[in-house]
């Protein structure tokens, strides 16, 4: 079974403070990807990561950042963090094409509920 | 502007009774779909997809159906059962672009009642 972890559950984080969400994957996955979700607006990308140390900014980038060091890590910074931030993190992964997963599905962590106080 | 749309953010259903939920696309280029189920406090989870090179695709009680000249696509879901109660979201994805990248809708949260 494909299995993603996230580092945390919940969180609580005063604002300005500096914030990691990690997660790992343990199957080799190619790509990785940071959603956050929040009520009424569905899950929105944040930013997502093709292969190590490659990162691409998705739809809502502006206040975080991200690290992909070694394949099955992709971690999601929140360099100042803002009550705007409080939500939902998602990260998920996938393979690339043919090699006979399902196409395009990404598997999905159990997220971080990030309260920003 | 939204790619793809789920214009109902709400359903309610009878348990026993068939559950259906829509979506829509603008982006003729989108070429695969998916559907995600979520439960509170947990990460989304694959129900079912379609190709577009087909119209119906069927999994025990989910279906969904591909209506590609509306850009319209749903999930049937029947007999409903209270467990299936959650968010559904509606994905697409276009093999000539982004690799590997999703559009999620906005979701569609059903309610099954007993």
């Known amino acids: 079974d494909v299995k993603v972890t996230q580092s945390s559950r919940y969180l609580v984080k005063r604002t300005g403070e500096k914030v990691f969400l990690e997660c790992v994957q343990d199957?080799?996955?190619?790509?990785m990807f940071w959603y956050r979700q929040d009520p009424g607006l569905g899950l929105r990308l944040i930013y997502f990561?093709?292969?190590?140390?490659?990162?691409e900014k998705g739809d809502i980038p502006e206040g975080y950042s991200v690290s992909r060091e070694k394949k099955e890590r992709f971690s999601l910074i929140l360099e100042s963090a803002s009550t705007n931030q409080t939500s939902m993190y998602l990260c998920?992964?996938?393979?690339?094409?043919?090699?006979?997963?399902?196409?395009?599905?990404?598997?999905f962590g159990p997220g971080t509920r990030l309260t920003v106080t | 502007d939204q790619q793809v749309k789920q214009n109902s953010p709400s359903l309610s259903v009878q348990e026993g009774r068939i559950s259906i939920l829509n979506c829509d696309y603008t982006?003729?280029?989108?070429?695969?779909f998916l559907w995600y189920k979520k439960y509170p406090a947990e990460g989304p989870t694959f129900l079912i997809s379609?190709?577009?090179?087909?119209d119906k695709n069927e999994d025990g009680r989910f279906t969904v159906f591909l209506n590609k000249s509306a850009k319209h696509l749903s999930l049937h879901i029947v007999p409903s059962q209270p467990g299936d109660s959650a968010v559904y979201f509606c994905?697409?994805?276009?093999?000539?672009?982004?690799?590997?990248?999703?559009?999620f809708g906005k979701g569609t949260k059903l309610s099954v009642k007993p």
């Open positions: 982006n003729s280029m989108f070429d695969y």
């Open positions: 990561s093709y292969d190590v140390k490659m990162k």
């Open positions: 199957m080799d996955h190619e790509n």
């Open positions: 998920a992964s996938s393979v690339l094409l043919g090699r006979g997963f399902q196409p395009y599905e990404q598997y």
């Open positions: 379609i190709s577009s090179i087909k």
């Open positions: 994905a697409a994805s276009a093999s000539g672009g982004s690799q590997g990248n999703l559009i």
